[in-house]
């Protein structure tokens, strides 16, 4: 469904993504782990554009882009096709949750704002907030404003969604909410790529993990196997220090 070719992005004289070759099939859940700053949540970033790779290719679909001399219209195009789930919320302060989520629908989808408030409700009931729709963002805690960033996210109704640490930024009682909320998307084969410290979340709904550094994908595989029987001894010691275990 979604490959990406020899993707490279740089920062500076940083290299943060050096060659990256990827395939992400339909419906698949892929949970991407791995030290700070070796270059995950670039990926993520790349992948609908809010960071323009150097260079490399992106196959969606019938959408092919060559991110060197990527067109304004193909950025749209990509960005139409996938959805993003941020880490520290990205709500509008001055909005509502239901105009919240409807605000894409409205400006990018042309849907008429009384169909889009509709469907900005059904999204919110589906993620625990259907009594929440005219609460402001200071109003919610931030395990509910996360929750409406996927129900924003839901509502691109996109190939993939992408998800930026979205527990890494919440108190330890908000957590378990959002990863109850993506265990459900997980369970109705929405396409996801999650980028996260949370293993258990990994070991329980990923199809595929891949372990990141250094701007390269080291090694990937199921959890079963990753976890409990990683080769690359980079992988084991990486997973030695965040399990406290003898991988």
């Known amino acids: 469904m979604i490959t990406l070719s020899r993707l490279v992005k740089t920062f500076?004289?940083?290299?943060?993504?050096?060659?990256?070759?990827?395939?992400?099939?339909?419906?698949?859940i892929i949970v991407v782990i791995g030290p700070s700053g070796t270059?995950?949540?670039?990926?993520?970033?790349?992948?609908?554009?809010?960071?323009?790779?150097?260079?490399?290719?992106?196959?969606l679909n019938k959408l092919r882009i060559?991110?060197?001399?990527?067109?304004?219209?193909?950025?749209?195009?990509l960005r139409r096709n996938t959805a993003f789930v941020f880490q520290n919320y990205a709500l509008f302060a001055n909005r509502t949750?239901?105009?919240?989520?409807?605000?894409r629908?409205?400006?990018?989808?042309?849907?008429?704002?009384?169909?889009?408030?509709?469907?900005?409700?059904?999204?919110?009931?589906?993620?625990?907030l259907g009594d929440r729709g005219n609460a402001y963002p200071s109003a919610l805690s931030g395990g509910q404003q996360q929750r409406v960033g996927i129900a924003r996210a839901m509502a691109a109704d996109a190939e993939v969604i992408l998800f930026?640490?979205?527990?890494?930024?919440?108190?330890?009682?908000?957590?378990?909410?959002?990863?109850?909320?993506?265990k459900q998307l997980a369970s109705q084969r929405q396409t996801m790529m999650v980028v996260t410290h949370e293993m258990q979340f990994a070991r329980d709904v990923a199809d595929r993990v891949i372990f990141m550094e250094g701007g390269r994908i080291v090694e990937q595989g199921p959890p079963d196997q990753l976890f409990s029987d990683p080769k690359d001894p980079r992988t084991r010691s990486f997973l030695r220090k965040v399990l406290g275990t003898s991988a």
């Open 39 to 59: 270059g995950k949540s670039t990926l993520l970033r790349c992948i609908n554009m809010l960071e323009t790779p150097d260079s490399g290719e992106i196959s």
């Open 12 to 28: 500076g004289n940083s290299t943060v993504l050096d060659g990256i070759d990827l395939t992400i099939e339909k419906g698949e």
């Open 97 to 103: 949750a239901r105009d919240n989520v409807a605000e």
């Open 66 to 77: 060559d991110f060197a001399k990527a067109s304004r219209a193909e950025q749209l195009a």
């Open 164 to 182: 930026d640490e979205p527990t890494s930024a919440l108190d330890p009682e908000w957590v378990e909410e959002v990863l109850g909320v993506m």
């Open 105 to 128: 629908l409205i400006v990018v989808d042309g849907w008429p704002r009384a169909r889009a408030h509709a469907r900005a409700m059904e999204l919110l009931e589906r993620v625990g």
